[in-house]
């Protein structure tokens, strides 16, 4: 599992007991007997973490919390921070804790240089980010509400109004600002994915917590009506960036997956023709290559300030711009409950197009089976 980590592994205090919170002989819990529940506790109500400065982002150890073993949740949040903290660093290998820490570096050094152009952007006023129908279903927060705004055309994708076109107008002009300076300043920077020539990553010159905002009290409640099987009840990182479509950008994005339970994607702007998104269907890693079903075909055309949600295995790709500027913005949301969770998974993929099919090819094969021995049998008793 990737996590945002840099921890010494070596200086690390010992971790007391889940037991009774005083320690066990030793004062310590030995590292492969750290463990999490395998569903969350919904009746706690887990703590915050955001006034400590710590190594992993607050949000994943609130979002770890609810799955601690009853016997630790009631220990004192230090407690429950050294526990979790432990799990964390399991599963942050050496080399990704490094790679983190180079990447914070880079991160400062822009901050450190760069000037925002639009401040307003930098922290969350959602009066002003957000069309009113959505920020409506969103303070109404129940099931109807939250149906109410949505367009599902294909099984698993929700399309709805989102963004106010002044802050469409506003972040494209920040991205560009920034683009100016990278090439003033000649900094290198890194593009959003290994796929996009062009493009920002937000959350490397600043947008970081904004994003984390949006995630949080925007995607997130939306996540658990529409994705509960795949972590969506349970993001606790993201990733932010912008992509740009042109005869002088990137021109289409071949058919891929994205590296997130969930995917944001709402179109910013400008003027453009062509740049429709294809969907199809959602698969599990065994089956990403597998083919496709008529049902599971979409075509989508993008439309300034208008968002499109699905699961990030969900098979997608974008067809090439044909005229014009297409800018967007993605968030690739994650859980990694989910990633951990997921190991354990036996059978068959609930959300898996593929598996689905597979799993009533066995059901139907076996009642076909059954019928014929109770044929059999019966013919073997009228003779």
Known sequence: MSLDGSVDRRKQPQTPSAGNGNGNRNGVVEDDKLTLGRSPNESHKPESYEDLKLEFSPLLFSSLEQYLPSNVLNLSRD?????????????????????VQRHREYRKKIISNYQPLHRELYTMHAVNFFVPSFLKAINDNTKESLRSIMIEPSPGVYTFEMLQPHFCELLLSEVENFERWVHETKFRIMRPNTMNKYGAVLDDFGLETMLDKLMEDFICPISRVFFPEVGGSTLDSHHGFVVEYGMDRDVDLGFHVDDS?????????????????????????????????????LD????????????????????????????NLLLWCRSSVFRELKKYQKEFSSWCGECQREKKERQLLAVGATKLELLNRLQKSTS
């Open 79 to 99: 407690l429950k921070l050294q526990y979790m903290r432990h799990i964390l660093v399991r599963y942050s290998p050496e080399g990704e804790r490094t790679r």
């Open 261 to 297: 339970e969930v995917t944001l994607n709402v179109c910013l702007g400008k003027q453009f023709s062509g740049g429709e998104l294809f969907f199809r269907g959602i698969r599990c890693d065994n089956h990403v290559h597998s083919g496709t079903e008529q049902e599971e075909i």
């Open 300 to 327: 989508y055309s993008h439309v300034p300030g208008r968002a499109v949600l699905h699961r990030g295995r969900h098979r997608h790709g974008a067809r090439a711009t044909t005229s014009g500027r297409r800018v």
